[in-house]
């Protein structure tokens, strides 16, 4: 039965990724806007839904090492293996795109967690701190997106339909969101199921396939879009969903039960989290396509970090 969910997980992740991706650019193209800012807003909050589904849900079962574990492994696998795998498949075109300045506060969110992780504990006021710089961010791209509402949409003419209906777009974002987060829980279930028989002690299970499972949303989704010439999508989505797993999930988490933060972490996967984030400079400073190479180099970076998990004994 728990190889079933991860099967029909699987499926549904699939079909949800290529329908929100599909949405998310029709309603890009109908508003005028960027389909990157889409990405760093819908697309990402949507595809960080299990995140923070999973960590709510251990801080009120008084487990917070897994809520905040996995919202560091969440966004580690993000920038290795949610771009890394679908480069594989189809070079990300970063060239094309400007993520300059998102991937800036993307660094600034990060190092803001780290400076209150050595707090010792992020209660309710560093939550607060956390919620409001989303609310800046969020500020920063509805004035990035009314700056481009006039956009010509010529310019994406071949990537979607201009003249979706309305309904349409909303059904297929809706239904996209619902089913990724319906698949990542099938499908994550499953896993942690067989990985208990398997006698994975539980840390091992939140660092690996925990995070790993909730992240599934946003590899399914840069794969497609990936593979539809959607780079600014596949960028945003991973950008987005780290600057979201940071600033709205651990915040929310924060309020709601004080996060006590393994040292551990502090010595180790905070800092990977931190060196992962800069591994991207070249593609989004520079500006260079996120070709084969590049990624079966982040891919082998995340299988390294997973050794040291798994076999190590350094990871929290």
Known sequence: MDLVKIALGLVLLLLAGD?????????????????LIVGLTVVAFGTSAPELLVSVNAAL????????????????????????LPALISVIHASQIDTRRSYAM??????????????????????LVLLGALVLILADNLRSARAHRNARAAEEEDLGDPHMPWVK???????GLLGLAFGADLLVDGAVAVARIAGLSETVIGLTLVAIGTSLPELVTSVMAALRKQADVALGNVI??????????????AVIAPLPVPAEMLQFDLWVMLAAALTLAPFVVLRKDIGRLSGLVLLVLYLLYMGVLL???IGA
């Open 240 to 253: 987005g969903s780290n600057i979201f797993n940071i600033a709205a999930i651990l915040g929310t988490t």
């Open 19 to 35: 329908v929100l991706v599909k949405g998310a650019v029709a309603l890009a193209l109908r508003l005028g806007i960027p389909s």
């Open 169 to 175: 777009i909303s059904g297929f974002i809706g239904l």
């Open 311 to 313: 076999w190590g004994g």
């Open 106 to 127: 993307m660094l600034a969110a990060s190092a803001l967690l780290i400076g209150l992780a050595f707090m010792g504990t992020i209660g309710r006021w560093q939550g």
């Open 61 to 84: 079962a008084g487990q917070p090492g897994i809520a905040l574990g996995n919202v560091v492994g969440s966004n580690i696998v993000n920038m290795l293996v949610i771009l890394g």
